[in-house]
C-alpha cells in the first residue's frame, strides 16, 4: 500500500498530502492524489509536499492542489541545471560544452534578473572554474522560474483557460 500523510489539524491549517513520489511513480502519486482530494476540505489550502518538477506541478493543479514545495530547483542549480521551457523535461544543463560560447539568455522568456543580465556562455564559465556566483544565478533563476510558471497556472484558471493551457505547455 501507498504510504500518504494527510493532516487536519486547526481550521486555519492546511490540508497536506506528502511522501507519495519517492517510493512510487508519478503515475501512482496522481492516482493517490486524485484519491486523497475529494476528503480534504475545499476551505484549507490543498499542499502537496515534494514536488518540484514543472510538469509535476502543473498536474498536482490540475487534481486540485494548491500549494507545493520542493527543494528540486536549488538542487537543480548547485549542478548547473537550468529551469528553461525549450528544453527537454524543462531543463538545461549549462555545464555542456555547447554553452561556452552561447551568449543568448537561459530561457528568453523569462524575466528573473539571471537571464535579463547574464548568458549561457557567462554561467558556463562560472561552473567551469567553480565560482559560486554560478550557483546563486542559477538559483535565482529557476526560483523565479518557477514562480513565472505558477504565475501562469494562476492567470490560466482565473481566465477560465487552464486545461488549453496544461495541454500546450507540457507538449
Not at 493517490?32 to 515534494?50: D, Q
Not at 514536488?51 to 498536474?59: K, S
Not at 564559465?125 to 544565478?137: D, S, V, Y
Not at 533563476?141 to 510558471?149: F, G, T, Y
Request: neutral net charge; hydrophobic residues 40%; contains cysteine.
Amino acid at each position: 500500500m501507498m504510504s500518504f500523510e494527510v493532516t487536519h489539524r486547526d481550521p486555519g491549517s492546511q490540508a497536506r498530502v506528502g511522501r507519495l513520489k519517492t517510493a512510487h511513480g508519478e503515475e501512482e502519486m496522481f492516482q493517490v492524489v486524485e484519491w486523497v482530494v475529494p476528503f480534504l476540505p475545499e476551505e484549507k489550502p490543498r499542499h502537496l509536499l515534494g514536488i518540484g518538477e514543472p510538469d509535476d506541478l502543473v498536474e498536482g493543479v490540475a487534481r486540485g492542489m494548491d500549494l507545493f514545495d520542493c527543494a528540486f530547483p536549488t538542487r537543480l542549480a548547485r549542478h548547473g541545471m537550468l529551469l528553461a521551457r525549450r528544453m527537454p523535461r524543462f531543463r538545461m544543463d549549462v555545464i555542456k560544452s555547447v554553452h561556452a560560447r552561447d551568449f543568448g539568455p537561459v530561457d528568453p522568456d523569462c524575466s528573473c534578473p539571471t537571464c535579463q543580465r547574464y548568458t549561457r556562455a557567462y554561467l558556463h564559465h562560472l561552473f567551469k572554474a567553480g565560482e559560486l556566483t554560478g550557483i546563486r544565478l542559477a538559483t535565482l533563476h529557476n526560483l523565479a522560474w518557477i514562480l513565472q510558471l505558477l504565475e501562469e497556472i494562476r492567470r490560466s484558471i482565473q481566465e477560465g483557460r487552464f486545461s488549453e493551457w496544461k495541454l500546450k505547455f507540457l507538449g
